[in-house]
């Protein structure tokens, strides 16, 4: 990029000693200074390195779980005090490493970044874009596609971003790439800083056939969120002791009554229309039941005692010390889901036209697991239904037809290609084919149009 001849001085940090001693190895003798430390310690502290005008970066991408909330929170607050940018507390890493270099790094200087692209999309994304857009002149964002894997080790899809430390100029635009090379990217779009501060999700540029990540709609027309309330399916907290074969539960006699029957994972789901048997177990080979019971421990001890029998057994396996078990009353008590209708599966892989999720008839009354995203219809949709269950065989059918482009489009990607879709994002896809069937529905939004007076079902 530079001759050496350009570079009067450069400088790496890195915190640990072994790839200190590999970069010493390769470019001490071309006058790197290695500085073995952490970073966002070294640019705070009085004794740092000379403010550089060029960083090129690839920083850790450690995702906020695994950061202390000492570690967060020190973050938190030096990334305000340097930058004024309030940093929200699901940001990894990276985000910090950005903010704070670009603090410590000469006005005018040039910086380019490889970072994860989900800031590009998620809620914890807006205060670094909102900087990348106000504070900086963004000149370039390259983003890999996550179908051509450029780093083996990454579980996330990546971004290449290049800027310069100095405000943009009135009505600046911004290159945006997709997939290839940078040097030779599959598309490239000019984007102007009015319309990325108007786009809630950056990956959708460049608009181009090319881009796994097309919205389907600007999001004005009716959405799945308007006629479908979208829920996870329940977190056991562990499935392989909550969830067991039907068969093998009556063998040791746990009680019915405290037993619902469920889906089996996405991954052993072939079919997409779930049928009801006369008992409501769903009509596939090998029915599932989870354990769900409100009555406390005494009670059940005394009163089913097969049932006691089997949930002593979870101590042994370190059951109620997860998370989620530890903090529910009883502990064996899950979450509350009626069977919905339709599903979505929760991730999946799919380029070009081919879906990365599946939509679900469910004709049983079986819940499902958090693999699966739960759609209840509301509204208009819901009255249709009622009038004709049948009716479900088209919606159904209307709901297969959104494209894997707009799927992946709402959704998220990860390296490799793994996608997944959260509720509100599955709520923000286009129903304009549920409307133009039903023109009904249609008339539902126009007389209620402020859908907080609806009441949630
Ligand atoms: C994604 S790797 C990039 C490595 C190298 N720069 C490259 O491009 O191949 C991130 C590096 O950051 C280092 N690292 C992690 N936390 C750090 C910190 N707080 N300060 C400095 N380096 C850190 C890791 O040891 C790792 O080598």
Redesign the pocket.
């Known amino acids: 990029m530079f001759r050496a001849e350009r570079i009067a001085t450069a400088v790496g940090?890195?915190?640990?000693p072994a790839?200190c001693d590999a970069a010493d190895d390769l470019w001490a003798d071309s006058g790197l200074q290695i500085v073995r430390?952490?970073?966002?310690r070294?640019v705070a502290g009085a004794d740092r390195p000379a403010p550089p005008n060029f960083v090129v970066?690839?920083?850790?991408?450690?995702r906020h779980h695994h950061l202390t909330r000492e570690d967060k929170e020190r973050l938190q607050r030096l990334a305000f005090k340097m930058t004024g940018v309030e940093v929200n507390g699901l940001a990894g890493?990276y985000v910090y490493f950005v903010l704070l270099a670009t603090a410590w790094m000469k006005d005018d200087g040039i910086a380019a970044w490889?970072i994860p692209s989900e800031f590009m999309d998620v809620n914890y994304g807006t205060a670094l874009k909102r900087f990348l857009t106000d504070r900086v002149t963004l000149v370039r964002v390259h983003r890999f596609d996550p179908n051509e894997v450029q780093f083996d080790d990454?579980l996330v899809s990546s971004v290449v971003l290049v800027f310069r430390k100095t405000p943009p100029p009135r009505g600046h635009a911004v290159e945006f790439s997709f997939g290839g090379t940078i040097a030779d990217p599959g598309a490239l779009d000019r984007v102007s800083i009015d319309c990325l501060n108007e786009s809630r999700k950056w990956t959708v540029h460049p608009r181009h056939a090319g881009n796994d990540r097309q919205t389907s709609g600007n999001g004005d027309g009716p959405a799945i969120g308007d006629f479908f309330r979208i829920q996870r399916g329940i977190a056991t907290g562990c499935n392989k002791f909550f969830i067991l074969d039907r068969d093998d539960a009556q063998r040791r006699g746990l009680p019915g009554r405290y037993l619902r029957p469920i889906l089996p994972s996405p991954r052993y789901l072939k079919t997409t229309v779930i049928e009801r048997a006369d008992d409501g177990y769903p009509q596939l080979d090998g029915q599932l039941c989870v354990i769900d019971c409100d009555l406390p421990e005494p009670l059940v001890k005394t009163r089913f005692p097969a049932l006691w029998d089997y949930l002593r057994t979870a101590d042994a396996v370190g059951i109620r010390d997860g998370y989620l078990v530890g903090k529910r009353i009883p502990w064996y008590k899950q979450e509350q889901r009626e069977p919905a209708p339709f599903l979505c599966t929760y991730m999946g892989r799919g380029s070009d036209d081919k879906r990365p999720f599946r939509f679900i008839w469910n004709r049983s009354s079986a819940i499902c697991s958090n693999l699966y995203l739960m759609l209840y219809p509301r509204r208009a949709l819901a009255g249709l239904l009622r009038e004709d269950a049948e009716r479900g065989a088209e919606i159904h059918e209307l709901l297969g037809r959104i494209t894997g482009h707009e799927l992946r489009g709402e959704g998220r990607v990860y390296g490799g290609g793994l996608n997944k879709i959260e509720p509100r994002e599955l709520g923000r896809i286009s129903a304009s084919s549920l409307v133009e069937r039903f023109p009904e529905l249609a008339e539902s939004l126009d007389r209620h149009d402020a859908p907080t007076l609806f009441p949630v079902q």
């Open positions: 940090v890195e915190l640990d790839f430390g952490d970073f966002a070294v970066a690839n920083p850790p991408y450690v890493l490889l990454a």
